[in-house]
């Protein structure tokens, strides 16, 4: 079959590989009919995650029909359209008794990429991100084997177009969640730094949930134009507004700050080039440069949720002014299986539309091109999704 396969930074591939196979009784086999790339993918595009290895497939936000079950397989059949939650979850261990599905401590085979780790397990399996992760190969391929076939795959009623549900395997969800975790209620003021895909999808679940004034801050101006025309967000572009912070204080109540910050960048943030020679000489594994504007936006009591990425450590964390404030941090990877079957529902009732943030989409043949797209934020690229068979 074909695959996107990785063979080094700014490296990847469309090759011919083997065909997937049933390794365990509970595995389906997946034919992929639509998939997308994360800034997750980014991340490992860009070599910043340690144990990626040259021919691994990459893909974890993906959909399509079951072509072959696995003899313990009984909550799907062979035809069934279904859509992936990223996260490989058992759905029976402690931390999936919680609903904390991301934190499995079943599936993953690999090391996890927590520093001071001691004895606790990893947290769960992702598709195609790196060994540190169980190694899993991912779904920008023709077909994907999936685990754990009884707990994570999703049937789409009839009649939902692919590109209506295809976001519920990863970045719906996590917007969804990271605005939920901000404490959105009717009223809220929040502040999402980052108007990449995951905040475009937390702009509209905060709109959802009731927001009042979103402030969103990035420094790509057509991407914070279709936040400010799709979602009503208050545009700052922080290459035209020194201080990002101070600019959302004076535009609140009381010159208080906003009830919450999201953390939609994470750990490539751009805007400290103190920060970026540390981490390219790797004294410093993370900018923390968006995390701690979210610090300085927010008000006192005010919560702070972080769907970006981080590895490792940060030294200019201010965890200080945290303590003054009285802040609340709310973060990880997403509860997808938790999440995804009241935001279908939002979807099949038209009150989320994740479709709109597509900008481009191609086969998956010309999988390399769409992430050098989406990288380099050309032809005012907001999200690719891929077609294999096309
Ligand atoms: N928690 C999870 O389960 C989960 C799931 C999906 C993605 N993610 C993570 O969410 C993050 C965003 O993903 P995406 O798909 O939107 O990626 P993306 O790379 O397309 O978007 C990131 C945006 O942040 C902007 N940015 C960079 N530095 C900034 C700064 N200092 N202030 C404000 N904006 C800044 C960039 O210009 C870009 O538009 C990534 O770290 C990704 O790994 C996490
Ligand atoms: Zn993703
Ligand atoms: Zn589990």
Do not use: W
Not at 52 to 73: N, P, R
Not at 241 to 255: C, K, L, P, R, S
Not at 281 to 298: D, F, M, N, P, Y
Not at 321 to 339: E, I, P, R, W
Request: charged share 20%; aromatic share 8%; hydrophobic share 40%.
């Amino acid at each position: 079959m074909r695959a996107l396969t990785y063979h080094g930074s700014k490296d990847v591939r469309v090759d011919n590989v083997p065909d997937p196979s049933i390794q365990e009784p509970d595995d389906i086999i997946l034919r992929v009919t639509a998939t997308a790339i994360c800034g997750s993918d980014l991340h490992l595009y860009r070599g910043k995650i340690p144990q990626v290895k040259h021919g691994d497939i990459f893909g974890h936000e993906f959909m399509g029909v079951v072509e072959e079950t696995g003899s313990a397989v009984t909550a799907v059949s062979k035809g069934d359209r279904v859509v992936i939650p990223f996260v490989i979850a058992c759905g029976s261990c402690f931390f999936c008794s919680l609903n904390l599905h991301a934190a499995c401590e079943t599936t993953n085979t690999g090391r996890g990429a927590i520093l001071n780790k001691k004895q606790i397990p990893p947290s769960a399996a992702l598709f195609g991100y790196s060994h540190l992760y169980g190694g899993v190969p991912g779904g920008q391929a023709e077909y994907v084997r999936v685990p754990k076939a009884n707990v994570g795959p999703f049937k789409i009623p009839d009649g939902l177009d692919d590109e209506k549900v295809l976001f519920l395997s990863d970045i719906l969800p996590t917007g969804y969640q990271a605005a939920f975790n901000a404490g959105i209620t009717l009223g809220s003021n929040v502040v999402i730094f980052g108007a990449g895909p995951v905040g475009l999808m937390a702009a509209a679940s905060a709109r959802f949930l009731g927001a009042d004034k979103i402030f969103m801050v990035d420094h790509h101006a057509y991407r914070l134009e279709f936040a400010r025309s799709q979602y009503g967000v208050i545009p700052l572009n922080f290459d035209e507004v020194d201080d990002v912070a101070e600019a959302i204080i004076e535009q609140t109540n009381g010159f208080r700050g906003v009830d919450a910050a999201i953390d939609a960048v994470g750990f490539e943030a751009k805007g400290s080039s103190v920060e970026t020679v540390l981490t390219t000489l790797k004294i410093e594994t993370s900018s923390g440069h968006a995390l701690r504007q979210c610090i300085a936006s927010v008000r006192r009591g005010g919560i702070i949720s972080v769907p970006g990425v981080y590895a490792g450590f940060l030294h200019g964390f201010l965890f200080g002014d945290a303590f003054d404030k009285g802040l609340t941090f709310k973060m990880g990877q997403t509860h997808v299986h938790a999440l995804l079957p009241h935001l279908l529902e939002q979807i099949i009732a038209d009150k989320l539309r994740p479709e709109i943030i597509i900008s481009h989409r191609l086969p998956l043949n010309e999988a390399a091109e769409g992430y050098r797209i989406f990288n380099e934020k050309e032809d005012a690229c907001r999200k690719v999704i891929l077609r294999p068979g096309i």
